[in-house]
Nanobody
Framework: QVQLVESGGGLVQAGGSLRLSCAASGSILRINSMGWYRQAPGNERELVATVTSTGATNYADSVKGRFTISRDNAKNTVYLQMNSLKPGDTAVYYC????????????????WGQGTQVTVSS
């Protein structure tokens, strides 16, 4: 079994910062990429940022220059440093990992965390 456990959400004032963490554990062969998505009430889940095993990153235009994604491959952990937060960043943030397991070695599968609430007050 694979688990993604997130931490670091909370309530912050506009202009503040938060750091999210997500640790993957279980029967993991290889993690291709890890990332963060978010979903605000009434909206679809959207990409925030991703990072590959080699460190290549991708960001949504709305967070470029404010958010930084990083990854510790040895710990199977991904981080999201969020600075200059805006009320529009309020959402549930979900961790994602595209990975293979001993029982599924050829086709990477998407795993999701349970989500962590980020609320930015104006």
């Amino acid at each position: 079994q694979v688990q993604l456990v997130e931490s670091g959400g909370g309530l912050v004032q506009a202009g503040g910062s938060l750091r999210l963490s997500c640790a993957a554990s279980g029967s993991i062969l290889r993690i291709n990429s890890m990332g963060w998505y978010r979903q605000a009430p009434g909206n679809e889940r959207e990409l925030v940022a991703t990072v590959t095993s080699t460190g290549a990153t991708n960001y949504a235009d709305s967070v470029k220059g404010r958010f930084t994604i990083s990854r510790d491959n040895a710990k199977n952990t991904v981080y999201l440093q969020m600075n200059s937060l805006k009320p529009g960043d309020t959402a549930v943030y979900y961790c994602n990992a595209l990975l293979t397991t001993p029982t599924n070695i050829w086709i990477p599968y998407n795993y999701w965390g349970q989500g962590t609430q980020v609320t930015v007050s104006s």
